[in-house]
């Protein structure tokens, strides 16, 4: 029996947990809970002590994610502590955890019962949403496998070799069951060859040596190391690698091959890697919002992205911005970015004319596939510094105070860096600008695809249009334009899965 898996219901957002681990089953620990490791926190579950890896995760993820947990009722501890039962990492090999591990004076013995089980990020990221230890389960193996061959895929320049990859992942996280013997993936859709061999490792063997060898390769982790600078793609990094450079010590050294985007990138690497929190992304709404009413009475803000669809964090802060009056907006922009510039509050930005405009044949661009890939609004990518916002902004009624421990325990310094980009769109556009911009990029994708195919409409950022009746639909809300789409509205919540 094939399970029926509509085009929508499949879900996108996938973290990029990029961990293959050999799963060590756990026997719980008889011992006394000892005092919290931060006494501002409650330890909810005594049996349970993490300690993260912080080779490849970097000190400022680990400090955010180190109270995250422990704002979740997680222990956290050093690797050296006895008391630890689950050490979660990011992008190391399981052979790398345990080198790392015994260089930090835990010895690691397989077959010692109670040695602490070696996890990936995301056990621990299912965990934090959960707000309880999630067991561990050999789907987090999987996911993360296929992830991971998504990636060297995207880096390799092999796009469809990389949505492959991230379907069969996506497919795999919907089921409504663990996926335990390779038979069950006959009914599913997606699933490639490609990735049916990995799982049939991973489940049999409990890692894939594929995976493995992708993750040990000087060029994959050189990549993903250069593609998280803001500003670099995979043709940069790429080429990086070839002309040799390895580390971000590197790029230091040759700091004139850089572009000015790139420098501030790598200057704030890992604020710009440090998950940036809903309070965060509030503190910055109130900026902009302000920003906008003292250019342009009557003008809206809307965050869009992740955070509208209930994330509880994001990679930047996404904002739409529209006025009423249609031609208002023009203009608008740049006196905002002006205003936020002579308050201190811009480390960086970019900004780009509207090029809709500009457009000669609407009709023959709107169905193209472009169109889809891309809009042409007047946008900015910034990177804010938080912590130097105006302080009668920060301080003021309603506006939530970024709080420091949320993201960096223990820094000194009070300031972080956070991308958010900022896009004005023409108020008839509005609707079409918001739905595209609220994401996730992999429902865009799906919808966009369904219209075209079901439908025979174009959709995209700016317009809807009706190929085979040559005409574009208007729309005064995102419900109307699933009103056209036949479709029954789906609010941004459901627009992560
Ligand atoms: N988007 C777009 N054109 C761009 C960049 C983004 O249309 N040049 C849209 C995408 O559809 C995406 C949404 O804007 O879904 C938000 O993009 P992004 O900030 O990259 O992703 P989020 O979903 O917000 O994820 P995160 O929370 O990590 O920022
Ligand atoms: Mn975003
Ligand atoms: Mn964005």
């Known amino acids: ?86 050490v979660v990492s990011e992008g190391n090999s399981g052979d790398e955890v345990v080198e790392w591990l015994k260089k930090k004076g835990r010895h690691y013995i397989d077959a ?105 390769s000087e060029r994959y982790q050189a990549m993903k190391l250069f ?45 710009l890697n440090t998950p940036v929190e809903r309070s965060e992304a509030e503190a910055i709404g109130q900026v902009v919002r302000e920003a906008v009413e003292q250019c342009l009475p009557g003008a809206s803000v809307t965050l869009t992205g992740g955070f509208r669809r209930g994330k509880p964090t994001g990679h930047d802060v996404d904002f739409l911005v529209t006025h009423p009056t249609e031609g208002q907006e023009v203009g608008l922009l740049s006196k905002v970015i002006s205003w936020l510039d002579k308050q201190g509050c811009l480390l960086y930005y ?45 301080r003021g009624a309603g506006a939530q105070k970024p709080s420091t421990a949320t993201w960096s325990p223990g820094a000194s310094r009070s300031w972080k860096a956070v991308r958010v980009d900022l896009v004005v769109s023409p108020y008839s556009q509005f609707p079409f600008a918001l739905l595209g911009w609220t994401g996730s990029r992999n429902f865009e994708r799906d919808l966009r695809r369904f219209s075209k195919h079901e439908k025979k409409m174009a959709l995209n950022s700016h317009t809807l249009y009706h190929v085979e009746q040559k005409i574009f639909l208007t729309a005064a809300s995102e419900e109307e334009i699933f009103q056209l789409l036949g479709l029954e509205y789906i609010p941004p919540e459901e627009r992560n899965a």
């Open 350 to 394: 970019s900004s780009h004319r509207n090029t809709f405009l500009d457009l000669e044949d609407l009709e023959l661009w709107s169905s193209s596939s472009s169109a889809s890939m891309m809009d042409r609004f007047e946008r900015c990518f910034s990177i804010f510094c938080l912590g130097c916002l105006p302080g009668a902004l920060q």
């Open 1 to 86: 029996m094939n399970h029926p898996v509509q085009i929508l219901d499949w879900p996108c957002s996938i973290k990029l947990a990029m961990m293959q681990l050999p799963v060590k089953k756990k026997h719980p620990r008889r011992q006394e809970p000892g005092p919290p490791a931060s006494l501002e926190f409650c330890v909810h579950f005594p049996e349970v002590v993490l300690c993260l890896v912080e080779k490849r995760m970097g000190a400022s993820r680990k400090a955010f994610l180190t109270t995250l947990a422990r704002q979740r009722g997680f222990c956290v501890e050093d690797a050296n502590s006895e008391r630890v039962t689950h």
């Open 112 to 216: 010692v019962a109670d040695c602490p089980a070696l996890l990936n990020i995301s056990w621990f990221t299912e965990s934090m949403s959960a707000e309880r230890p999630v067991p561990i389960e050999p789907r987090h193996y999987l996911l993360d496998a296929l992830q991971t061959m998504a990636e060297e895929a995207h880096f390799n320049g092999s796009e469809a070799r990389s949505l492959a990859f991230s379907r069969a992942a996506s497919v795999l996280k919907s089921l409504p069951w663990t996926v335990k013997r390779v038979q069950e993936l006959h009914s599913l859709p997606c699933i490639g060859e490609h990735s049916r061999r990995i799982v049939q490792e991973v489940l049999e063997d409990g890692a894939s040596a594929e995976v493995e060898r992708v993750q040990h």
């Open 227 to 271: 593609t998280k600078i803001f500003g670099v793609g995979v043709k940069t990094a790429s080429r990086w690698y070839q002309e040799g450079l390895r580390t971000l010590a590197d790029l230091q050294v040759h700091h004139a091959k850089l572009s000015k985007e790139q420098q501030v990138g790598l200057l704030h690497y890992d604020d």
